[in-house]
């Protein structure tokens, strides 16, 4: 497991755990029931706040990537979705660019409302 955190990117730093950890999970890199290290460890050997890495966690865990079970620890979680993986990964991407863009947050979801709307059949 490799997390890269960029001092000047657009991603808070939390986003750019849980981005590399969901990419690193979804393309089968951290295989299912591969243990995450702890909270603290890992906020302590990336230089960042025990809460900045925990946020990310319950992000992945609120996505179904990973598990907690407690003092067991984090997991990766089994029966991923590829299609919420694939989606989450591109609404990630679209995010991004959206910041570098200066785009506002509600701009950028009324233009996705708009394309999912113009893509319905009928």
Same mark, same amino acid.
């Given at each position: 497991?490799?997390?890269?955190?960029?001092?000047?990117?657009?991603? %808070? %730093?939390?986003?750019?755990?849980?981005?590399?950890?969901?990419?690193?999970?979804?393309?089968?890199?951290? !295989?299912?029931?591969?243990? /995450? %290290?702890?909270?603290?460890?890992?906020?302590?050997?990336?230089? /960042? =706040?025990?809460?900045?890495?925990? #946020?990310?966690?319950?992000? /992945?865990?609120?996505?179904?990537?990973?598990? +907690?079970?407690?003092? *067991?620890?984090?997991?990766?979680? !089994?029966?991923?979705?590829?299609? +919420?993986?694939? /989606? *989450?990964?591109?609404? +990630?991407?679209?995010?991004?660019?959206?910041? #570098?863009?200066?785009?506002?947050?509600?701009?950028?979801? =009324?233009?996705?409302?708009?394309?999912?709307?113009?893509? #319905? %059949?009928?």
């Amino acid at each position: 497991m490799r997390i890269v955190i960029e001092a000047d990117s657009v991603l %808070p %730093p939390y986003e750019q755990v849980r981005s590399q950890l969901a990419e690193q999970v979804g393309d089968g890199r951290l !295989p299912v029931g591969t243990r /995450l %290290p702890p909270v603290r460890q890992l906020a302590a050997e990336l230089g /960042l =706040a025990v809460n900045t890495v925990a #946020r990310a966690y319950r992000e /992945l865990e609120a996505a179904g990537l990973v598990e +907690t079970r407690g003092r *067991h620890g984090t997991v990766v979680a !089994p029966g991923r979705d590829d299609a +919420t993986d694939r /989606l *989450h990964a591109a609404a +990630t991407a679209y995010a991004a660019e959206a910041l #570098r863009l200066g785009v506002p947050a509600d701009r950028a979801l =009324a233009l996705v409302r708009a394309a999912l709307a113009a893509a #319905r %059949p009928g």
